[in-house]
């Protein structure tokens, strides 16, 4: 499943014309380019350095620090900070996150920071805090045309600790938040520091922050915002809940890349859980037919998995961006065949001609787990049954034997799981002990009896054939 994302190996192909070129060619010019860094040093001009800071990708797209010296603390956000914002909010999108995290500022006092606003304009900051209010901000139709996005939202909070007031601009909130209006929700994000605006609150001054994205911890079920007990169960493990909107877009899709931050986080998130705690959450079976059909109704919800384990698989995490931020460094994937019961589950629908792949036994799911049990190895051919608490995320496709023979281009569609680690499951014993033994006397009861029938039977036929040979051998009169 996610070779594709993380491939765990290499294959040595041989050098042939077709690949000598283009190596070779990758070899000029990176000569070419040393050469160029080597005779800028000799005319004492230094070569160009890898971006180190957010402030440095910033300059590099523009946004110099002409653009934070227009800046004036104590106006209004829209005085003078629109053309920076938006021309921010345009390029966060498109850092990755680990690098937010390597780039962000040492944790302050928020009252610091409002105090030192003027030399710390475009930091990044990390956030947490409880929002207060939301409102959509349009952009005028010829900036919006240019920036390819057409407005943004201003989202009110309290940061944590201390309350201090602060605004974030972001291009995305969580989908089931509303656009404009009261929302009290735990948050966090990944914040550019602007100016202090010229709001005030109990705690001070107002900061302004523009950011990529929201993320969203809930404390509470909330049937308005589809919030879940497992959702509030995830989230207190630490895993963004505003994910989900990214599992969504990507359903019925292979895995790539741009699936690595809700994987990994969730698949950190059940791995912090304690195993009794993740146990007693409410759960119930698999709906295989639902998940096929309506996959967002039950999208972070946790499920009781059972079924029959035919593959496991050790997935290396290669990279160490990944592997540092979510301890992380494997997993293993599994393979495992649920039960139907009277469900039967055909991939299409069937024309003249041509049938579907249908299922009426065991459908294949995939499950991410952090380990295995003792006894349980990685290999194919795994006749094993076991059991796990596990939480749905998503459809993702593959290319399977079963589904391909009725059509090369179909893939088949899977529900994806994430658990902490299967338990094997006892074969149980078709009846009771009781029973056992009640069978097992009548048994040895039946096989006494038939026993001494045939003994009997074969005493009488003897005693008849001694009787007929004294007869025969009576002497004549």
């Known amino acids: 499943m996610t070779q594709a994302i993380f491939p765990a190996r290499f294959c040595r192909q041989p050098m042939t014309i077709r690949r000598i070129v283009p190596l070779s060619l990758t070899l000029v010019v990176w000569l070419s380019g040393s050469m160029k860094a080597d005779a800028a040093e000799s005319a004492g001009k230094p070569a160009e350095k890898p971006v180190s800071s957010l402030r440095g990708l910033l300059e590099l797209a523009g946004i110099d620090e002409s653009y934070f010296r227009n800046l004036t603390d104590g106006q209004p956000l829209e005085a003078d900070a629109g053309e920076t914002l938006v021309r921010i909010l345009y390029r966060l999108p498109s850092v990755p996150v680990a690098k937010l995290e390597k ?140 994910l989900l909107d990214d599992m969504r877009a990507r359903d019925r899709g292979e895995l790539t890349s741009q699936d690595n931050e809700w994987f990994y986080q969730l698949l950190a998130a059940v791995g912090r859980a304690r195993p009794d705690s993740f146990e007693q959450q409410p759960s119930r079976a698999v709906p295989v037919a639902a998940l096929l059909t309506e ?108 589904v391909s023979s009725f059509d090369p281009n179909q893939l088949q569609p899977a529900p994806l799981f994430f658990g902490r680690e299967p338990r094997v499951v006892e074969r149980r014993p078709m009846i009771s002990t009781p029973m056992a033994r009640a069978f097992f006397a009548a048994t040895v009861a039946l096989l006494l009896l038939g026993g001494l029938a045939l003994w009997r039977w074969q005493s009488s036929e003897a005693a008849v054939h001694r009787k007929i040979v004294r007869r025969w051998r009576r002497p004549g009169l």
Not at 125 to 145: N, T, W
Not at 166 to 180: D, F, G, I, M, Y
Not at 317 to 340: K, N, S
Request: aromatic share 10%.
């Open 103 to 242: 780039w962000r500022h040492a944790p302050m006092e928020w009252s610091d920071v409002a105090s030192r606003a003027a030399s710390l304009r475009g930091e990044l900051f990390g956030l947490k805090g409880l929002s207060r209010e939301v409102r959509r901000v349009d952009l005028p139709a010829e900036l919006a045309r240019r920036l390819e996005f057409d407005h943004y939202y201003r989202v009110s909070l309290d940061l944590q600790p201390g309350g201090h007031p602060a605004v974030v601009c972001t291009r995305q909130l969580p989908r089931a938040w509303p656009e404009s209006g009261a929302c009290r929700e735990r948050i966090g994000a990944w914040g550019v520091l602007l100016k202090v605006t010229g709001g005030k609150g109990k705690d001070g001054a107002e900061l302004a922050f523009a950011s990529p994205r929201l993320m969203w911890y809930p404390d509470r079920e909330a049937a308005g915002l589809g919030v879940e007990p497992s959702h509030v169960f995830l989230a207190s493990l630490g895993m963004d809940v505003a």
């Open 295 to 402: 996959p967002d109704s039950q999208r972070g919800r946790i499920f009781r998995l059972s079924g029959g384990l035919r593959r496991i698989t050790r997935i290396e995490v290669t990279d160490a961006e990944v592997a540092e931020r979510f301890g992380i460094d494997h997993y293993f994937e599994l393979d495992v065949f649920v039960p139907l019961g009277d469900e039967v589950i055909r991939l299409g629908e069937p024309q003249a001609g041509r049938d579907v792949p249908t299922f009426s036994n065991r459908y294949p799911v995939t499950v991410c787990v952090r380990s295995l049990p003792p006894g349980l190895l990685p290999g194919q051919d795994q006749r094993e049954e076991i059991e796990l608490q596990a939480v749905f995320a998503r459809l993702w496709v593959f290319r399977s034997g079963f």
